[in-house]
């Protein structure tokens, strides 16, 4: 069994930008307003922050996506 990082990607629709955070990767919190790009950062920084953080050396990230948006219906 592999041992996983779950990193949260939340939409904040007010200020259009998607956020990223995990309970178990402590400093995570990074936003952008591209999805991909956040990925990409997240894929950069968590290394970094296994390492600062003495956390043990997981092999896997999960990720963890939720948006939610208002509609009005006339």
Excluded: C, H
Aim: proline share 3%; charged share 25%; no cysteine.
């Amino acid at each position: 069994m592999q041992n996983e990082y779950l990193v949260n990607f939340e939409y904040d629709a007010e200020a259009s930008v998607w956020i990223a955070t995990s309970e178990n990767v402590t400093g995570l919190i990074l936003e952008s307003e591209s999805l991909d790009k956040l990925i990409e950062r997240v894929l950069d920084v968590v290394p970094e922050l296994v390492e600062l953080n003495k956390l043990p050396k997981y092999s896997t990230i999960n990720f963890s996506m939720n948006r939610r948006e208002r509609m009005n219906i006339a």
